[in-house]
C-alpha cells in the first residue's frame, strides 16, 4: 500500500519502524477485527492474532466480518484478509509465549481475568501493552508502559467479587468499538514510534459525547509491577468434563453471583429460567446452563472447551 500520505506526520523513517514492527492482538472480535484493520491500514509489518473462536452471524453488526466468513475461525478469517498470523487458541497462563515475538500487545479481549494474564506476562518481560474496554456505549483506552505507568494491575488489583456486564448482556452499539479501536492503534503508534504516553485512562461515552483522561497512578504496593508477584500467570480457569458428559468450568478465584440481578439480566434477554438458592438454570439455544453461587458454572451440551469459555465469558464476563 502507498503510505505516502503518512510521510508528512510521521516521515518515512518513521513509517519504516512501523514496517518493521510486531504487534500482537489478543481477542479477534468487535474490537479485535476492528483493531487488526487499522494495525493493517498504519503498515505494521506484523500482526500476530490470537482467538478460540468462529464467526457468528451476530458478530456482523460489529465486526470487520460479512455473511460468507460466518462459521469460520476468526483468525483463519484475518489471515485471508489482512495476512495475519493467526493462532486459534485460547490466550492463559499455558500459551503466554506466543506473545513473545510481539513488540506491543493490544487488547481485543472481553474479560478480566484474560487481561490480567497479558498484564503479568507484559509486565514481567518488560513489553508494553494496551488495555481496551467496550461496553454498550462507551468505551475505556489505557496505555501501560512497564516501569513508566501504572499497569493494569495498579488500575484494577484484583478480579472482581461478583460478575462483570458483558456486552452479550448488556448490549454495545456498534459504532464504539471501531472508534475505541482506533484510539488504542493511534496510542500504539506512539508507542512504536518512541513518543512519550501519560499514565492515564481515556473514557468516551458515545451517547453524551464526553471525552475524558483519567490520571491512573501507579500503586506503591501493586502486587506485579511494584512485589513482581505474577499469580495470573499461575492461576487460571479450570475446565474438566464431568461423568455425566457436561462441562464443569470454575473461575480462577470464587465470585459472588447475585442471582436477583443475573435474573433480571436474563428476564431482559427474553430467557426462561430457574432459581434455586444454590444456582440458577437456563437454556441458551442448544445448551443447559447451571451458575452457581460462587460462579461455578456446568454446561450441559457443549462438546468442545472453547463452547464452555465462550458461555462462562458471556454471563459472568470472566
Not at 494474564?117 to 512497564?146: E, F, H, Q, R
Amino acid at each position: 500500500m502507498d503510505f505516502s500520505r503518512h510521510f508528512p506526520i510521521i516521515g518515512i523513517e518513521g513509517q519504516r519502524k512501523l514496517s518493521e514492527s510486531k504487534v500482537a492482538v489478543v481477542g479477534a472480535g468487535a474490537l479485535g477485527s476492528w483493531e487488526v484493520y487499522f494495525l493493517h491500514k498504519l503498515g505494521i509489518g506484523e500482526i500476530i492474532v490470537i482467538d478460540r473462536d468462529f464467526v457468528d452471524e451476530s458478530d456482523l453488526p460489529r465486526t470487520i466480518y460479512t455473511k460468507e466468513d460466518i462459521g469460520k475461525p476468526k483468525v483463519d478469517v484475518l489471515k485471508e484478509k489482512f495476512g495475519v498470523k493467526g493462532y486459534f487458541e485460547d490466550l492463559n497462563p499455558s500459551t503466554v509465549a506466543l506473545l513473545d515475538e510481539a513488540n506491543l500487545i493490544i487488547d481485543g479481549t472481553d474479560n478480566i481475568y484474560t487481561r490480567q494474564v497479558i498484564n503479568d506476562y507484559a509486565v514481567k518481560n518488560g513489553k508494553p501493552w494496551i488495555y481496551v474496554g467496550v461496553l454498550s456505549t462507551y468505551g475505556n483506552i489505557m496505555p501501560i508502559i512497564p516501569g513508566k505507568t501504572a499497569c493494569f494491575r495498579c488500575f484494577m488489583p484484583k478480579l472482581p467479587s461478583r460478575p462483570m456486564p458483558t456486552c452479550a448482556i448488556a448490549g454495545i452499539m456498534s459504532y464504539v468499538p471501531p472508534l475505541a479501536a482506533s484510539i488504542a492503534v493511534s496510542i500504539a503508534a506512539k508507542i512504536l514510534l518512541g513518543e512519550e504516553v501519560k499514565s492515564e485512562l481515556i473514557f468516551f461515552d458515545t451517547k453524551t459525547l464526553d471525552f475524558e483522561k483519567v490520571e491512573v497512578p501507579r500503586r506503591e504496593d501493586c502486587p506485579a509491577c511494584v512485589r513482581r508477584e505474577f499469580t495470573f500467570l499461575e492461576k487460571r480457569i479450570k475446565i474438566e468434563r464431568l461423568c455425566d458428559g457436561s462441562i464443569q468450568v470454575t473461575p480462577p478465584e470464587r465470585m459472588d453471583v447475585n442471582f436477583e440481578e443475573l435474573g433480571k439480566q436474563l428476564e431482559k434477554l427474553g430467557i426462561e429460567y430457574l432459581k434455586t438458592p444454590q444456582f440458577i438454570q437456563f437454556e441458551d439455544e442448544d445448551y443447559e446452563i447451571l451458575i452457581f453461587k460462587g460462579g461455578r458454572m456446568v454446561i450441559r451440551g457443549a462438546e468442545e472447551e472453547r463452547e464452555a469459555k465462550n458461555l462462562f465469558a458471556r454471563y459472568l464476563g470472566g
